[in-house]
């Protein structure tokens, strides 16, 4: 009837409008279910429900998406971690007479695979699948006339891609009526997963992807460290690390030590303590490692205000994070400072991220991990605005050597504007320079070389550093002197 209707819902998905491609969050763990040769991406903890199933208790990667959603996160890339030995659940249909027609196999390894049951009804002349996941259906094909038909539909769709995807065996035929039926329960071998399963699932997060952070909260050992770092370097992203549960405030500098003598450890950061979370049970709480809610801030900061901005401070004051594994005190937290371990502290009721460390030993040039974001981020921005000049004419006028810097320029000098550069000016406030350099001419272009087809540009910066630290002098004057 006419009228105004207003519907109302709940909105899991990310806090802000605003999604920058360095807010990412790289992610790999164990699941419930879902592909394991792919990296899915995410944008809210019902998009990871879909595809890789609820909270399981031996895993953290669920609380820690959980996390990262709820605190400000916007985008996760995931990818699922299975044993060597895993196998998919499968079934096939067949043909009156017993001829294989097609077969469905889970997309994923797993026993979650016997929870999905598939149903055939034949008029004759033509047929409809229909899956069901745990009792509830998920989808249908609608009626199809051909088993390359049938095949085509589930491969398309996204919905059935979430369980299943099939291949024709034979296309002559069609598959005979078949009541709802379980498909075989596969393995994901999670007994003998260990980090190196953690760290081939890294490599599903090709550069084609972009920057952002990566973390696996299901594994805090060295060799863990070590490849999240070396892919953070590799793939110009930022490596979020942790200790285990019950690491001590001893342990956590030696381990934040163990990672400044790694090559490349400016594209690190150390965090302690573990943190804690609700559940849906009132009263009853779960403590899980922190690299969700750090990596949430993180995300929060870089889309609010840029890579130069640190999730820590006044920003980073939780709304679902609801308390700390351990207390950490002022003189415990500087001590942790010292030695390039980021303190989370509960600071005026909340829960805060009280450091923004790298683990760098270059502190001169990377001691606080944003510097290394925002170089991150002019790499990334740079590929992306000078790829479409790939194969141009290299031309007598320059017009190509002006285009490349002029984008470069672009890139930087917006950066600037928003406090990423820190531009140099003299004692009467004259400025010196930017805060950038961008060359590309023939000086650094002999002809030698652009006969092979080869153009440099060279960039120079100068990155804002972080106020962590203020101090006030205050001196108290007595009646009968002047006031300082």
Known sequence: MPGVVISTSVRTGPSTVTVRKS?????VGLAERGPSNEAVLVESLAD????????????????????FFEEGGTRAYVGRAVGASATAGTLTLDATGGTDVITLTAN?????????DVQVVNTGSAFRIILFYQDDQVYTTGIVTSSSQAVGRINSS???????????????????????????????DDDNLDDDDFIASLELFNDALGVGSVACPESQSGDMNEALVA???EYSRIAILCGPENQTVAQAKTAAGDVQNLENAEHAAYYYPWVVIPTSVAGITRTIPPVGYVCAKRALAH?????HVPGAGLLSASRFVSGVAVDVNKVIGDDLD?????????????????????????TSNFKYITQQDVVNTVVSEAYASLEDLVFSPIDGRNELFAAISSRLVAILATMRDTGALYPAFDANGIQLDPGFTVKCDKTINPA???AEGLIKATVGLRVSSIGDKIEIDIVKSNLTTSVV
């Not at 994923?108 to 999905?116: C, K, L, T």
Request: glycine share 6%; with cysteine; hydrophobic share 45%.
């Open 48 to 67: 990871f429900e879909d595809v890789f199933g609820g909270y399981r208790s031996d895993s953290y990667l669920h609380p820690t998406v959980q996390t």
């Open 231 to 233: 892919h953070a370097n």
């Open 23 to 27: 807010s990412q969050l790289f992610v």
């Open 108 to 116: 994923g390894a797993g026993d979650w695979s016997a929870d999905v």
């Open 448 to 450: 030698t070389q652009l």
């Open 303 to 307: 889309n609010q205000t840029g890579a």
């Open 158 to 188: 996204t919905v059935a891609a979430r369980y299943v995807t099939a291949v024709v065996n034979n296309a002559n035929l069609l598959p005979a009526t078949l009541a709802a039926t379980a498909m075989a329960a596969g393995d994901s």
């Open 338 to 362: 010292e030695n390039f371990v980021n303190a989370i502290r509960v600071i005026q009721n909340t829960v805060r991220i009280y450091g923004a460390r790298s683990c760098s030993l270059d």
